[in-house]
């Protein structure tokens, strides 16, 4: 099964605002990178301004992956292999660009092999599937960030290597470590740098991955809108890539 419901064009009556400039800049974490491990320059992400930047831009569709209620956690990788992946990602208010505290930040997405969790074999391959790997939300702290470690994407038939996220508030953590209630208040998805992501189709487990992948120029959701549109600032964890990245981006919502 294929992300056949995705469309190009966003949907939804929400909008987001992604700070980008400076503000979005100075999250950025991680060693310099070397010819091993590529990291994306601003002319790859969005233009780095003097200041912040404010844009709108339109949700993305969900998809047909999406599974509802999954942990609150900060890990997420449930020992799947595959590259390291930290994400820093930051909701801001869209109304004032304040820091949003208490935000359910959630995400989803493909293991190295391009198979969601709930939905393995879709992508051709066969292993374990518990309904929960690669799945997690986390709240933001005071400063409207949401930390979250996970593994590089995969990839699967028709779209480009991907992760889908959710902003919730007034949700309520249950005792089983779920989550219940509040408001959806965006719908999006966050991609790749095209250089790192080649990089990474190289190394072990990726390389397994037979899929012919789709590059971000041909994929039919993302619009060649930089942070705007969801693409990460990434940086090297280390001086190769199997070291991993670090992901930033800074998300404003009708809070």
Known sequence: ?????????????????????????????????????????TADAAPVAAA???????????????LDGQYVRSDITEGKAGIPLK??????????????????????????LGEYSGFVGNNGHSEPDDGTFLRGAVLTDSSGVAAITS????????????????????????????????????????FFNETITTAVARV???????????????????DDGGAASGLLTLTALGSSTS???AGTLTLGVDG
Not at 52 to 66: R, S, W
Not at 91 to 112: F, K
Not at 158 to 183: A, E, N, P, Y
Request: charged letters at 15%; glycine letters at 10%; one cysteine or more.
């Open 151 to 190: 593994v590089y994407p995969g990839w699967y038939r028709g779209r480009c290597v991907h992760i889908h996220v959710k902003v919730h508030t007034g949700v309520t953590v249950t005792s089983d470590g779920h989550f219940t209630g509040g408001q959806e208040v965006h719908t999006g998805q966050l």
């Open 204 to 222: 072990s487990p990726y390389s397994t991955n037979t899929v012919t992948r789709t590059t971000l120029a041909q994929d039919s959701i993302y």
């Open 243 to 245: 070291s991993g990245y």
């Open 1 to 41: 099964m294929t992300d056949t419901s995705e469309t190009r064009s966003p949907i939804g009556r929400r909008t987001v605002l992604v700070a980008t400039g400076a503000a979005a800049a100075t999250l950025a974490v991680g060693a310099a990178a070397s010819s091993e491990a590529p990291t994306a320059t």
């Open 87 to 112: 994400l820093t990602l930051t909701v801001v208010d869209s109304g004032s660009c304040a820091p949003l505290s208490n935000a359910l930040v959630e995400l989803w997405h493909a293991d190295a």
């Open 52 to 66: 912040a930047v404010c844009t709108l831009t339109k949700e993305m569709t969900e998809g047909p992956y999406y």
